[in-house]
């Protein structure tokens, strides 16, 4: 395959939310009292559409039983001024202070945010020490680590600009930033392309001891030439998922793929997909994973507000539940809640 320049890379931009689309695909919730940990949202002022403590309340109150949520890096409230390392800082700062609304009871027994994962430049090796103290500072105990995107490939431009130069995770000035994160207790959320699996392998084989968990699946991707090429990309991605998988310090997790690199296109149909149909479609990735790695090491994800543009909060839940329907109620806790709970050393739900 040839490599394209970055000009001839196409976009491939996460669908707007279309609330009325939403609302004509309604279902009964499944299991309703199953206690949920959501490991994977975003909150921001408006990309296009706001999404903040409102709107994560709205969508957890739709009837699963979701007790509490780990905010994931996005690029929001970042500081505008001072030392540019320290910028990323003003994410923590935001995300606590929405955590600490939480905290006060008004929504009831749901926490928003008593996790945070924010963004530090592990391209600034050993001096991203000053940062991540800065973070710790300002999550008030709610900081759990970073995530650094590595997302790269030459055929499709990167869903959130910049992106990340290719090979991020094998430089060596990266490495040595990544490497000051184990002695914080700090976590690392990897996302990357499923072409650059074999990077996340290197790192890992180098760093054993740091707990890492792989983002949205670790992103098969399902446009632009891999569209017609879907069963070579599952066998590639399936090979990678279980050779990853012997990296005993690593976590997965099970979601994400309602972003429009995945290629399942429900944003393109008359009605959203209905639980029943992103189960089907989703489950060869979830039984491959939770194969390889064991319910004690994955975790379902929403990755809200990002797949809302394919469907709603009850129907993917829904789905995920609908996956998980032969699994015992200790695999089940294992996946819906203890397994965030032990990565990121939260308070238990249940």
């Not at 206690?35 to 706001?50: M, Q, T």
């Not at 500081?79 to 320290?86: H, N, Q, S, V, Y």
């Not at 530090?120 to 105990?141: F, K, P, R, Y």
């Not at 029943?276 to 319910?295: D, K, L, S």
Request: a negative charge; charged letters at 20%; hydrophobic letters at 35%.
């Amino acid at each position: 395959m040839t490599t394209s320049t970055d000009g001839d890379r196409k976009p491939y931009h996460h669908p707007r939310v279309r609330p009325d689309w939403l609302l004509r695909q309604r279902e009964d919730i499944i299991d309703p009292d199953q206690p949920i940990i959501d490991p994977h949202h975003h909150l921001w002022h408006a990309r296009p559409d706001r999404y903040l403590l409102e709107e994560l309340v709205a969508d957890v109150r739709t009837g699963h039983n979701v007790l509490s949520t780990v905010f994931i890096q996005c690029g929001s409230a970042y500081r505008t001024d001072g030392p540019e390392a320290l910028r990323p800082v003003g994410e923590t700062e935001f995300v606590a202070a929405i955590a600490a609304e939480s905290e006060t009871g008004a929504y009831g027994a749901f926490r928003a945010c008593p996790g945070i994962v924010s963004h530090a430049d592990c391209l600034l090796a050993e001096g991203i020490d000053v940062v991540l103290e800065a973070h710790i500072q300002a999550g008030g105990g709610r900081f759990k680590g970073i995530r650094h995107n590595g997302t790269h490939d030459p055929h499709i431009a990167p869903t959130a600009p910049p992106g990340a130069p290719p090979g991020l995770y094998r430089d060596s000035a990266f490495r040595r930033g990544f490497a000051c994160l184990h002695k914080y207790g700090l976590t690392f959320e990897a996302w990357l392309y499923h072409p650059q699996l074999a990077d996340l392998s290197a790192l890992l084989r180098d760093h054993q001891d740091q707990k890492v968990v792989l983002n949205h699946f670790g992103g098969p991707l399902g446009v632009g030439p891999y569209a017609a090429r879907k069963q070579e990309v599952f066998e590639h991605w399936r090979a990678s998922i279980r050779e990853l998988a012997k990296n005993p310090n690593l976590f997965i997790k099970l979601g994400g793929l309602g972003m429009n690199v995945n290629g399942f296109g429900y944003h393109h149909q008359v009605l959203p997909p209905s639980s029943g149909e992103m189960a089907q479609a989703w489950r060869p990735f979830m039984e491959t994973a939770i194969e390889a790695f064991g319910t004690d090491r994955c975790m379902f994800e929403s990755n809200f507000p990002v797949d809302k543009g394919m469907c709603s909060y009850p129907t993917l839940w829904n789905a995920f539940k609908r996956i998980a329907a032969a699994c015992s109620a200790d695999e089940k806790a294992d996946l819906f809640h203890r397994t965030a709970e032990r990565f990121y050393t939260l308070p238990p739900v249940a």
